[in-house]
C-alpha cells in the first residue's frame, strides 16, 4: 500500500462526487471517490474508496493501483465496523499480488470485541494465525476517513482529539497498533476555495494535512515530509494517471 494512506489508512486512510449520501438497496452510500497520488511530483498510485452504512454496520472499501517499476499491481481491501461512534472493528480482508505472489489477509474480531485474530496467507505457503487482546477505542487504519466523519464536530482547533488504529496490511508476528491525533487548522486559501476544513492528522509520528469535506471525506491530503500529494479526481482521470 502507499505509504501514508495505508498506515492509517492506507490509510493512510480515499472518487466521483460523493459530497452526498446516496441511498440504495444495500444501505447508504456516504462516498465513492477517486484520488491519484504524486510522489515528489511523480505519478505513484490512484485508488477508489467507497463508504456505506449498511444497518448496523459501517463498511469501507478501497481498491488500489500502484505503479510498481512498468507494471501496476492491484490491493483491495474491504472491512467492516460497527456503525458507532468508535467504529469497533469486525473484519476485514485484504489482497495483494507482488512479483507473481499473492497475499491474503483475513482479521476477524472474537468474543464480543475483545480478541482480535488474524491470518495471513502468503502464495502456496502455509497460512499463519495471530490472536492479540483488544484493546478500548481501537479502530481500523482504513476507517480513519469514516472516524472523521463520525468525529466531525468535535473536532476542532482547540485539542487535538486522539485515536489508535490498526495497521491492517502490516500484521506480521505481531499486531501494530499506531496511534495519532487530528487537530483544525487555520483556513487557507484551498480551504477557502474548496469550502472545506483544513485538519491536522499526526500517525506514527508522521504529520499530514487533509482538507476534508462536511460529510468528513478527503478532498486533497499532503504529507510534507514524503513529499506525496493526495487529489480527489473523477474515475476516467484516475484510471488513466499511470498510463505512459
Not at 494465525?129 to 468525529?151: C, E, G, V, Y
Not at 487535538?160 to 483544525?184: L, N, R, T
Not at 491536522?200 to 510534507?224: C, H, Q, S, Y
Amino acid at each position: 500500500m502507499s505509504k501514508f494512506k495505508h498506515l492509517l489508512l492506507i490509510l493512510l486512510t480515499a472518487l466521483a462526487s460523493g459530497a452526498n449520501a446516496a441511498e440504495t438497496s444495500k444501505g447508504t452510500t456516504l462516498w465513492d471517490n477517486w484520488y491519484v497520488i504524486t510522489d515528489h511530483g511523480h505519478p505513484d498510485s490512484y485508488y477508489n474508496e467507497k463508504a456505506s452504512i449498511q444497518g448496523d454496520r459501517a463498511k469501507i472499501q478501497v481498491n488500489t493501483w500502484i505503479l510498481d517499476g512498468q507494471k501496476i499491481r492491484a490491493e483491495n481491501l474491504g472491512a467492516y465496523a460497527k456503525n458507532t461512534p468508535l467504529l469497533e472493528p469486525l473484519l476485514y480482508n485484504f489482497r495483494s499480488e507482488a512479483n507473481g505472489q499473492e497475499k491474503i489477509i483475513d482479521g476477524t474480531i472474537l468474543e464480543n470485541g475483545k480478541v482480535f485474530s488474524v491470518k495471513t496467507k502468503i502464495a502456496d505457503k502455509p497460512s499463519t494465525s495471530l490472536r492479540a487482546q483488544m484493546i478500548p477505542k481501537l479502530i481500523l487504519a482504513s476507517f480513519f476517513p469514516l472516524w472523521i466523519h463520525q468525529n466531525y464536530k468535535r473536532i476542532s482547533g482547540v485539542q487535538p482529539i486522539e485515536f489508535q488504529a490498526i495497521v491492517e496490511d502490516k500484521v506480521e508476528g505481531e499486531v501494530p497498533v499506531v496511534g495519532g491525533s487530528a487537530y483544525e487548522m487555520k483556513q487557507d486559501e484551498f480551504a477557502q476555495k474548496s469550502g472545506t476544513r483544513k485538519l491536522r492528522i499526526e500517525f506514527n509520528k508522521l504529520v499530514a494535512f487533509w482538507w476534508v469535506t462536511k460529510n468528513g471525506d478527503a478532498v486533497k491530503i499532503e504529507v510534507p515530509a514524503l513529499e506525496r500529494v493526495v487529489k480527489k479526481t473523477d474515475q476516467k482521470t484516475a484510471e488513466s494517471f499511470l498510463k505512459p
